[in-house]
């Protein structure tokens, strides 16, 4: 029910969005679209780089492992704000992902979280 409310919403909101944007509303629908755009190819590098070493369950472990990039990516694509938020709390809320000596955070910036 939630997936079929938030593009009807994000439709009716984007009215009111760009009266108060205006032209602006366009940039920020154009960069999120490329965001999206970049992260679902970065996405699929991965997954192809993951899925080569593995067998059996690992690899379905690598398609789970890329699936909030993927959703995320598909939200920030989708033009609204509510998908927009949506997907940045998706990505925010991501738990560490473990590699095989350390764990590495989706939203590390120059080392820092």
């Known amino acids: 029910m939630i997936l079929l409310l938030l593009p009807l919403l ?8 760009a009266r108060v944007l205006g032209p602006w509303l366009l940039v920020w629908l154009a960069a999120a679209a490329l965001i ?9 590098d991965s997954m192809q780089r993951q899925w080569a070493g593995r067998q059996g369950w690992a690899r379905m472990q690598a398609l789970l492992d890329n699936q909030r990039t ?5 939200l920030l694509i989708w033009p609204g704000l ?6 940045c709390l998706l990505l925010a809320t ?3 992902v473990t590699t095989e000596n350390s764990f590495e955070y989706p939203l590390v910036v120059s080392g820092r979280r």
């Open 10 to 17: 994000d439709a009716v909101m984007l009215v009111p969005i």
């Open 36 to 44: 999206g755009l970049l992260m679902l190819r970065q996405a699929r």
């Open 70 to 74: 993927v959703l995320s990516g598909l």
């Open 82 to 87: 509510f998908s927009d938020v949506a997907a």
């Open 94 to 96: 991501a738990p560490p």
